[in-house]
């Protein structure tokens, strides 16, 4: 998405368009609101019942036990906005019903309005921040959204992903130069193959050193791509930050990770569901034949048991990424569902990785995360109390974003107080 074709289309009827589509206060907020929510779960581990939640401009400045409130969300559980740790934001289908990709013939305005739809999907889901690994098109959609200029969760992104197992380690250490001038939050590192032909290693540890190397030396985090337990465990001795996926993860380096204090973002099942449910979206491009569907159909079940075993692993940081694409968006918390309901994860822990964890993970603990005095108003409402019935993050009804309401399904914003 190039910024002359967003000054020239999303500037003007896209972005007025959805914008005339928000609730009261969306467009812009001053002075002090405040929701009342039957319980808070404040990302830390904490419960606060019949609570209610202060914002001035776009900062929490109090929580309290006050009955007047701007916004009653009786009956409701009030979180900090949740945070995914790798969904890929601009992923879409086209016109025809098929996954976008360069050269499919849609044109660079279908692009943009697309990538803001989905943008839009995934704050209606409750998620007001992600982390996009891997798209250029990333930048623009990121700044416009941060400017106000259209809605969306705020984004981090690594623009695009390193790959290239042919390059030197002085070519690599350049690039992630290049990717720093270029405006990226963090560095998205191939180390293996995709889980649809085999996951094996294709990154040396002498690359993932420079790599990552370089990466510190500039202040970005790596978010490295590993699926083979060789892969993974190169990138942890290559002191990369994160490690993304790891469905063939030995119990040794899930150990490993935990003395080193790497993260790890494993997935629970949305990404294979929503491969194997919209196949015929995907079928015939790449690695999208019988192969990979096999492949996906076989990662469900492995998937299960690595994050079992992460979760048993003491010490070891965990992160709460989807791996969102197209046909996902808006459906993020599926991965909670999946872990309380079929991994047997902790309700309260699934919430804090998917809030506080993630925040801390990329570096934010300080900013978005958990609701406190000081933080960014970044809150979502869920009808019931997911720590009883973890479905209930399906049915978000509130979503404020900087002390913003993008969303508000159950009551009229009385008059600021």
């Known amino acids: 998405m190039k910024s002359a074709v967003g000054a020239r289309f999303l500037g003007t009827a896209a972005a007025i368009t959805i914008l005339m589509a928000l609730p009261p206060g969306a467009r812009a907020q001053n002075g002090t609101v405040s929701i009342r929510a039957s319980r808070v779960i404040?990302?830390?581990?904490?419960?606060?019942?019949?609570?209610?939640v202060v914002v001035s401009g776009s900062r929490i400045v109090a929580v309290d036990h006050e009955t007047t409130a701007t916004y009653d969300l009786t009956g409701m559980t009030l979180l900090?906005?949740?945070?995914?740790?790798?969904?890929?934001v601009d992923w879409h289908f086209n016109n025809e019903g098929r996954l976008h990709r360069r050269g499919d013939g849609e044109d660079e305005v279908e692009a943009a309005l697309s990538s803001a739809g989905e943008a839009w999907r995934i704050l209606q889901g409750g998620f007001t921040t992600v982390q996009s690994p891997g798209s250029a098109a990333d930048r623009d959609l990121r700044d416009w959204i941060a400017s106000g200029r259209i809605p969306g969760p705020r984004i981090l992104t690594s623009l695009q992903s390193l790959s290239n197992a042919s390059l030197s380690a002085d070519s690599l250490r350049r690039l992630i130069q290049d990717r720093e001038r270029a405006g990226a939050d963090v560095i998205k590192i191939f180390a293996s193959e995709s889980i649809r032909t085999g996951g094996a290693q294709t990154m040396s540890l002498a690359q993932l050193q420079a790599m990552c190397g370089e990466a510190t030396a500039q202040g970005l985090r790596t978010l490295v791509h590993a699926h083979s337990d060789a892969s993974i465990r190169a990138a942890v001795m290559a002191g990369c930050t994160q490690i993304e996926h790891g469905i063939f993860v030995a119990d040794s380096t899930l150990r490993l990770m935990a003395r080193r204090g790497t993260w790890f973002d494993p997935q629970c099942g949305l990404v294979f569901h929503n491969y194997l449910d919209n196949w015929s979206h995907f079928e015939g491009l790449g690695n999208y034949n019988a192969e990979g569907k096999a492949s996906m159909e076989k990662g469900i079940g492995l998937a299960l048991d690595g994050y079992r075993r992460a979760l048993a692993t003491p010490g070891l940081r965990i992160a709460y990424g989807t791996d969102a694409v197209a046909g996902a968006h808006g459906r993020e918390v599926e991965d909670m569902v999946c872990l309380v309901n079929?991994?047997?994860?902790?309700?309260?822990?699934?919430?804090?990785?998917?809030?506080?964890?993630?925040?801390?993970?990329?570096?934010l603990g300080d900013r978005i995360g958990s609701i406190a005095p000081g933080m960014e108003?970044?809150?979502?409402?869920?009808?019931?109390?997911?720590?009883?019935d973890i479905t209930t993050v399906r049915n978000v009804r509130f979503v404020m974003k900087g002390g913003q309401v993008f969303r508000n399904d159950r009551v009229t914003a009385a008059v600021p107080r």
């Open 42 to 52: 404040d990302g830390r581990g904490n419960v606060i019942e019949n609570a209610r």
């Open 377 to 388: 108003a970044d809150l979502v409402a869920v009808v019931g109390n997911p720590l009883q």
């Open 342 to 363: 079929e991994v047997g994860a902790d309700p309260m822990r699934v919430l804090t990785e998917a809030t506080s964890a993630n925040a801390e993970s990329m570096g």
């Open 80 to 88: 900090p906005g949740f945070i995914d740790a790798h969904d890929h």
